[in-house]
């Protein structure tokens, strides 16, 4: 699995449970798992003996099998992208054979090499680039412990050094040796912040791990009945690793916990509804008797004091005689309320003629919107 791949599977797993990524803040622990891959190492130069092979010289390069990789760190976060951290990590792979030792007619063989080390990284974070996925890529420096255990290779196929003919597998060779060496590193990956647990994070990144300088190693061989000392340079090794772990940012605080509503009083009820009447007219009309059932009925379902019922013209015909049709038409809405079932005691009755006028207007104005009747729940 390449670590595109990767990154996308991890990111789906964890969508349903995915918060929005904010900047680390403050403290945090973090730690990843995967798989290393290890590039052939060059060997620079396999010597034997003088006594056996005259000091024969030869160069080539080790093959790895799949390996394992894992760290933990600990860093600070400023939070505006940027943070720093020191990583302890640890390696492991095996030798899978060797290629380009031609003057032994090819060689087999193989070993355990693990690195382990301190490294010191700083990163950043891209904010907002990607919803729910936060990018980010650093670069790291520090120093990696090299252990070569049982290195050993034979030779594949027959051959001859130096005028003495051998057999495959009579040429022998071991090694073993540990060795710090100064290690950089370059980090690309993506952490998805998951929503039930505050400050934690999935992570999913690619590591490039490099080691620099040449590790010498004493050697002893075998050849047929011969043995004797030797030695052995490997050069500079580089890794690949794809990790997957988790980091949890003590910095980030859970998300405040809205307060309950506080409880507010009920207002009095106040509603109030028009009822419209013809030119010079009382008689209640089919809408106004739908208004008034609406008011009647709206009764019941608060707790009133009193109904008022407020009647009044427009400014066509004298005072006098709008002052009594207006209480006629509050007079009629009343009555149509008693019959929707309102108690009479709690009617009160108001003529207001042409005064408080809804659409101001000048004298002897037909106004339909003023020839009405207000009913007010209270």
Do not use: C
């Amino acid at each position: 699995m390449n670590f595109r791949n990767a990154l996308v599977a991890a990111t789906i797993l964890a969508l349903p449970l995915a918060a929005n990524a904010q900047p680390v803040t403050g403290l945090y622990v973090g730690g990843g798992v995967g798989p290393d891959f290890q590039l052939n190492t060059q060997v620079k130069n396999l010597q034997l003996g003088a006594g056996a092979f005259n000091g024969l010289s030869t160069s080539g390069k080790e093959k790895y099998s799949t390996g394992f990789a894992g760290l933990g760190s600990v860093g600070f976060g400023f939070g505006n992208g940027l943070r720093a951290e020191v990583e302890g990590d640890y390696r492991q792979t095996s030798g899978n054979g060797y290629t380009g030792f031609t003057r032994f007619g090819g060689i087999n063989g193989g070993g355990t090499q693990e690195k382990y080390g301190a490294m010191g990284n700083v990163l950043y974070d891209f904010v907002g680039l990607v919803p729910v996925v936060q990018p980010y890529v650093g670069v790291g420096a520090g120093i990696q412990w090299v252990d070569d255990k049982n290195n050993h290779a034979y030779n594949t196929n027959g051959v001859t050094v130096n005028e003495t003919a051998y057999a495959p597998g009579a040429i022998s060779v071991a090694s073993n040796g540990t060795k710090a060496v100064f290690a950089y590193q370059a980090i690309v990956g993506a952490a998805v912040p998951i929503d039930a647990v505050p400050g934690l994070a999935l992570t999913a990144e690619y590591r490039f791990l490099g080691t620099a300088g040449n590790r010498a190693e004493s050697a002893t061989y075998k050849a047929g009945t011969r043995s004797g000392p030797g030695s052995v340079q490997y050069g500079p090794t580089f890794d690949n690793a794809v990790l997957f772990g988790v980091r949890y940012n003590f910095g980030v605080a859970p998300a405040p916990i809205a307060p309950a509503p506080a409880a507010v009083a009920p207002s009095p009820v106040s509603r109030s509804y028009l009822v419209f009447f013809d030119w010079d007219k009382a008689a209640l009309t089919d809408r106004a008797r739908q208004i008034v059932s609406e008011a009647a009925a709206n009764s019941t379902k608060v707790q009133y004091t009193r109904l008022e019922v407020n009647g009044y013209t427009d400014t066509s015909g004298t005072p006098k005689y709008n002052q009594g049709l207006s209480v006629r038409r509050a007079q009629a809405v009343a009555a149509e309320l008693v019959k929707d079932g309102v108690p009479k005691s709690a009617i009160s009755i108001q003529g207001f003629g042409e005064t408080h006028l809804l659409v101001p207007t000048g004298a002897n104005v037909r106004e339909p919107q003023n020839r009405r009747v207000e009913i007010i729940i209270k």
